[in-house]
């Protein structure tokens, strides 16, 4: 017997030892490989193609379709529900099955002996079979714990609402992200080409400079002066198009179209570029914005939450009724009764909840307090932002009419230059610089106006009214786009109460 309790100990020693022996391999190129593929296949497929121009509220509604963290969030809220639904289970009572084979190797007998006089009263004997077959089904339902699940139910709830309140940030975001962008790369395409052309130009001027200069024409002073106000004409544009060149890739990315897809962009005419105005009054817009904001109607939420772990730390201290009932079966042929059921009542109380109840009752009304005051503090810097946001777009719609008059003056001085060019009568220095200082005044007038529309969006994230309607035609770009641009006309209106009704 000892001898078999030593090999059993050492099987045990060598099987723990294997266990702790065990690695993990890198992984493999291939394994990279494939998972890179997977990874593409799963961010570029089943997306709708690129078959016309694209309009703001196509590539917003491509952004809230197919954007990688738009969709994280779905799923977020998707986990929300289903944890919702889980905690509905822990309201119910406890339900335990099992059934089996019981055997063993030899008679379970005992015999008795008498504490009075020591001597054994009682030959061996035995009440049980060898081999028996078992069942039970117990059921146990604590009414105390039935409490507190349903508090926490009640918190998966709100903690569900508080997913949907992220989710309509993550959209905000999108939708804004998506028209500064866009409007970024409406200037990238209408003044890359240009851009591109006077570069040329530039160019060419200067290899005839560079040609003048070798064959030492004219005064060397004036030519290297030429070549440099040349160079930094080139340097000047280069940059331009540094800046410009990006745009459409960070569009691209915000739609998540791949990298490499040649899309285009229904370019507005100039005419159709109207200055944006703001036809709702600041007191509606903030009484709107302290509804409606996200961040804050997760804080209402988060106020409920802590205060319902308030309601849990009182139910804590109190006793808990546990009531029990059960089947039961037993082959064993020396029972008189082989199956039966029992039911039972029993009161059970920690008594250190007692002694803990105080404190955690203290901290759940502490923090209750500031979640209180959180949402304060952030109602009053959610009216700051709206202030800053009206500010910003007051001022960028001034900016853009200064840039408007300069364009159009600087276009009128280079159309002047070009009539004195082609008459001989200046150089092509100045009809250069004079069409430089053109492209420069229109490339600010289309940031501008790209800043002018960014800060008219950036008002109606700020107050937090939904341009996504809650329910649509079909899960469709052309759908979803119709939506948006249906919204955004009762914004542009003043008509919010048409917005908050979707």
Known sequence: MLKGRKLFSLSLIVVAMSGCAVNSQPVSKAEGEQRIQQDKIAMFSKQEP???PITLYDAMARALKYNLEARLKVMEQALSQQQLELARYDMLPQIAMSAGYVGRSNTSASSSRSVETGRQSLEPSTSLDQNRDVADLTMVWNV???GVSYVSAKQRADQR?????????VVHTVIQDVRSAYWRAVAAER???RIDSLIDRVNQAREASEHMSAQQVGDPVEVLSYRRTLIDAVRQLEEQRRALSLA???LATLMNLPLDTAYTLALPEKDDMTVPQLNVDFATLEQTALLSRPELKEQDYQVRIHAAETRKSLLRMLPGLEVSAGGHYDSNSFMVNQSWADVGVKVTWNLFNLLS?????KTAKANESVSEV??????LA???????????FNEAQRQYKTSEELSDLDGQIAGQLRNRYKANSIGELQLIQGELNALNASLRQDLAYAELRNTYGQILSTVGLDLLPKTLPSDRLADISQALRQSESHWQKGNISAMQSF
Do not use: C, H
């Open 50 to 52: 690129v078959t016309a």
């Open 248 to 250: 459409k890739t960070e």
């Open 161 to 169: 609402w508080i997913a949907d309140e992220r989710k309509r940030k």
């Open 191 to 193: 003044l890359l080409g």
């Open 374 to 379: 959180q949402r304060q503090a952030m109602s």
């Open 144 to 146: 105390l714990d039935f």
């Open 357 to 361: 109840g105080p404190a955690a009752y």
């Open 382 to 392: 959610i009216m700051a932002q709206l202030y800053v946001a009206r500010a910003n």
